[in-house]
């Protein structure tokens, strides 16, 4: 593996900031909204809420449309959000098991 390769390579830290959760956390962040209360204004659990967060779920069409009109942001960035994470998966996927 040159020099060069090794720079393009995604640790597993990396891909997990990419995750949309950051991005939902980072609002909660700034709004100060309790995650029950975002929870509850998604209409979905908690617990639901809890596995976006922790990276275990990621964002359904219906949730991105929730997000946007809960958020106050453009459907389309959180469509670019968790497109840029699955297009990360797919090449840490790729490079982790050697599948190009």
């Given at each position: 593996m040159t020099k060069e390769t090794r720079k393009?390579?995604?640790?597993?830290?990396?891909?997990?900031?990419m995750h949309p959760g950051k991005a939902i956390e980072e609002y909660i962040a700034h709004t100060d909204i309790s995650?029950?209360?975002l929870a509850q204004r998604l209409e979905i659990t908690p617990?639901?809420?809890?596995r976006i967060l922790h990276g275990e779920a990621g964002l359904?069409?219906?949730?991105?449309?929730?997000?946007s009109r809960v958020t106050d942001t453009p459907l389309?960035?959180?469509i670019e959000i968790q497109r840029r994470y699955?297009?990360?998966?797919?090449?840490?996927?790729t490079e982790?098991?050697?599948l190009e």
């Open positions: 393009r390579l995604l640790t597993r830290k990396e891909l997990e900031s995650t029950e209360e617990a639901a809420l809890q359904s069409r219906d949730m991105m449309r929730k997000l389309d960035n959180w699955e297009d990360a998966l797919d090449k840490f996927t982790e098991y050697g």
